[in-house]
């Protein structure tokens, strides 16, 4: 796995939404993200935040949509507990059966997971 220059950012929109923003050094690890889980988006999202470093420190966790009770297929990031849809805010991302998340990442150096409050 290559090693991440500058870390990518995370911004919080107005409307609650959070956008993933690339740098164009996160292009390698984005690449090999790619390659590694072709297709898996959940499996990507993960990746991607322990490399960044967002999971490790409790910042963001990806969580499988049925153990939240979500009835979605859709990759889902939460700053709460993974079982917990009270604590903490929950977002997805609404375009993944059209758009792969890494793909998007790539293309716009940019991609959005809308809020679900």
């Given at each position: 796995?290559?090693?991440?220059g500058?870390?990518?950012?995370?911004?919080?929109?107005?409307?609650?939404?959070?956008?993933?923003?690339?740098?164009?050094?996160d292009?390698?690890?984005?690449?090999?993200?790619?390659?590694?889980h072709?297709?898996?988006?959940?499996?990507f999202?993960?990746?991607?935040?322990?490399?960044?470093?967002?999971?490790?420190n409790?910042?963001?966790?990806?969580?499988?949509?049925?153990?939240?009770?979500?009835?979605?297929?859709?990759?889902?990031?939460t700053?709460?507990?993974?079982?917990d849809?009270?604590g903490?805010?929950?977002?997805?991302?609404?375009?993944?059966?059209?758009?792969?998340?890494g793909?998007?990442?790539?293309?716009?150096?940019?991609?959005?997971?809308?809020?679900?409050?």
């Amino acid at each position: 796995m290559a090693a991440i220059g500058k870390i990518m950012q995370l911004q919080h929109a107005r409307n609650g939404n959070l956008i993933f923003i690339a740098e164009s050094s996160d292009e390698t690890m984005i690449d090999d993200l790619l390659d590694r889980h072709e297709g898996n988006d959940l499996g990507f999202l993960r990746d991607l935040l322990d490399l960044t470093g967002w999971s490790g420190n409790g910042v963001l966790r990806a969580v499988r949509p049925i153990d939240i009770g979500a009835l979605t297929d859709a990759p889902i990031v939460t700053d709460g507990f993974p079982t917990d849809t009270t604590g903490g805010t929950i977002w997805w991302y609404p375009n993944y059966m059209v758009r792969h998340l890494g793909e998007e990442l790539k293309r716009h150096k940019q991609v959005i997971f809308q809020s679900h409050r």
